[in-house]
């Protein structure tokens, strides 16, 4: 586990869409988290979460 204050917590929140990058941006699934609406990020969520419980179980 790295160290407190390293951005473990940032980047979850970043990988998830909850937070936006000041500069750059995050491409996942041929996506651009940082351009994409609050409508857009909720349904990106859903479907993020969806496939990783349905990979996991």
């Given at each position: ?33 940082s ?8 349904f990106?969520?859903q479907?993020i979460?969806v496939?990783y419980?349905k990979?996991?179980i």
């Amino acid at each position: 586990m790295a160290p407190s204050g390293s951005g473990k917590s940032t980047l979850l929140n970043l990988l998830a869409g909850l937070m936006k990058p000041t500069t750059g941006g995050i491409i996942i699934n041929h996506q651009i988290t940082s351009t994409m609406s609050e409508n857009e990020l909720c349904f990106f969520r859903q479907k993020i979460w969806v496939s990783y419980f349905k990979h996991t179980i």
